[in-house]
C-alpha cells in the first residue's frame, strides 16, 4: 500500500447530487493534490494544497470544491455534476523537497460516474 | 545522428524480453522526471526518477535514460514479466515550484506476453 487511502472507490450518482470524496495520508506529507484520469486522456492537476493552503487551482469549474481541514485529509465536494466528469478521481501527496523535485505517492482512485 | 524513441501508446513484448518506453516532454526549464506504472484498479506508483543533472540512472530492472538536447525521456525494462504489464506514465517536474507540481505524459499500456 502507498499510505494513501481513498474513499469511497466506487460512485454512482446523478446530476443533481451532492457527494464528497475523501483522502487521507498517512505518511506526514506536506502537500496533497486530486488529479482527474479520463480514458485516453493524460492524468490533469485539479487542485494542489501546500501545508493546507490551497496553491493551485487548474481552471476547475465550481462545481468541484475542494477542502483540507489539516494536512493529512483532504476532500472533494462534488454538486450538480456532467455526465463528462465521470472518471477515475486520484489523490496523492508528496513531502516538498528543498532540493526540488519529489515524487507523488498516489491513492487507489475512486471511480465515479455520473447518470 | 541520434534517433529519438517514438512515443507509442501501446507496447507487447514478449516474457523475458527488454522493454523501451518512451516519452518526449514539453519543457526545456524542468529538471526532475518521473516514471510511474499504474496496475489495473491502482493509483500510479513510482518506479524510478532521474535529475536533469544525469543523463541515466539505474533501479532494479528498470533504466532511465535522459536526453536534454531532444527533451527525451525513456525507461527501459529487462527481463521483462508479466507483472510488468501495466501503463506507464512520465511525469516532468520544475523542482523549484509549487509543492512539486508535475505534468504527466500520455501513457503507454505494456502488455507482457507469457
Known amino acids: 500500500e502507498t499510505g494513501v487511502t481513498q474513499t469511497p472507490r466506487h460512485l454512482v450518482m446523478g446530476m443533481t447530487n451532492k457527494k464528497s470524496l475523501k483522502c487521507e495520508q498517512h505518511?506526514?506529507?506536506?502537500?496533497m493534490y486530486w488529479y482527474k484520469q479520463s480514458a485516453k486522456k493524460p492524468l490533469e492537476l485539479m487542485f494542489v494544497?501546500?501545508?493546507?493552503?490551497?496553491?493551485e487551482n487548474n481552471s476547475v469549474p465550481s462545481r468541484f470544491s475542494p477542502e483540507c481541514p489539516n494536512s493529512s485529509h483532504l476532500f472533494l465536494h462534488l454538486h450538480t455534476l456532467q455526465p463528462e466528469d465521470s472518471a477515475l478521481y486520484l489523490c496523492?501527496?508528496?513531502?516538498?523537497?528543498?532540493?526540488?523535485?519529489?515524487?507523488?505517492?498516489f491513492g487507489p482512485g475512486t471511480r465515479l460516474t455520473v447518470l | 545522428g541520434e534517433s529519438v524513441g517514438l512515443h507509442l501508446p501501446t507496447l507487447s513484448v514478449q516474457e523475458g524480453d527488454n522493454s523501451i518506453i518512451n516519452c518526449a516532454y514539453s519543457?526545456?526549464?524542468?529538471?526532475?522526471f518521473i516514471w510511474y506504472k499504474q496496475e489495473s484498479g491502482k493509483g500510479p506508483q513510482f518506479i524510478i526518477d532521474?535529475?536533469?543533472?544525469?543523463d541515466k540512472r539505474q533501479g532494479q530492472r528498470v533504466t532511465v535514460l535522459l536526453n536534454k538536447t531532444v527533451k527525451h525521456l525513456s525507461l527501459q525494462i529487462a527481463a521483462t514479466q508479466p507483472g510488468d504489464s501495466a501503463v506507464y506514465f512520465c511525469?516532468?517536474?520544475?523542482?523549484?515550484?509549487?509543492?512539486?507540481?508535475?505534468?504527466f505524459g500520455d501513457g503507454t499500456t505494456l502488455t507482457v506476453k507469457p
Open positions: 494544497y501546500n501545508f493546507k493552503e490551497q496553491t
Open positions: 511525469a516532468e517536474n520544475m523542482g523549484n515550484t509549487n509543492a512539486g507540481k508535475s505534468t
Open positions: 519543457n526545456s526549464a524542468s529538471d526532475y
Open positions: 532521474i535529475r536533469s543533472n544525469m
Open positions: 496523492a501527496s508528496s513531502q516538498e523537497d528543498r532540493a526540488g523535485g519529489v515524487e507523488q505517492f
Open positions: 505518511l506526514g506529507h506536506n502537500a
